[in-house]
């Protein structure tokens, strides 16, 4: 996963854009559907739009922010703003 300045052009600023692979998609779907109730004992398959997900990008309006170990990002800015490479246990 990676957190970088966006690269929106509105008057409002880039914003936030966070990227994500397939597998770390595929695992906020399950971690999504286990906080609903949804528990999955073995083997599963996760697609998005009818595909196995490859990739996943969020993009993170002007006026939010986003927030990680400490690190706060304005996304109207995004100013002494560095990619952040997040690991993650997927």
């Given at each position: 996963m990676k957190i970088r300045k966006?690269?929106?052009?509105?008057?409002?600023?880039p914003g936030v854009e966070i990227n994500l692979t397939g597998n770390e998609v595929a695992h906020a779907i399950d971690v999504f559907l286990?906080?609903?109730?949804?528990?999955?004992?073995?083997?599963?398959?996760?697609?998005v739009n009818g595909e196995?997900?490859?990739s996943g990008k969020v993009?993170?309006?002007p006026g939010a922010k986003v927030f990680?170990?400490?690190k706060e990002v304005d996304g109207r800015?995004?100013?002494d703003f560095d990619t952040i490479k997040v690991?993650?246990?997927v």
């Open positions: 966006g690269g929106g052009t509105t008057t409002y600023g286990y906080a609903q109730g949804i528990y999955i004992g073995g083997s599963r398959t996760i697609r196995l997900c490859k993009y993170v309006d990680h170990k400490g800015t995004g100013k690991k993650t246990h």
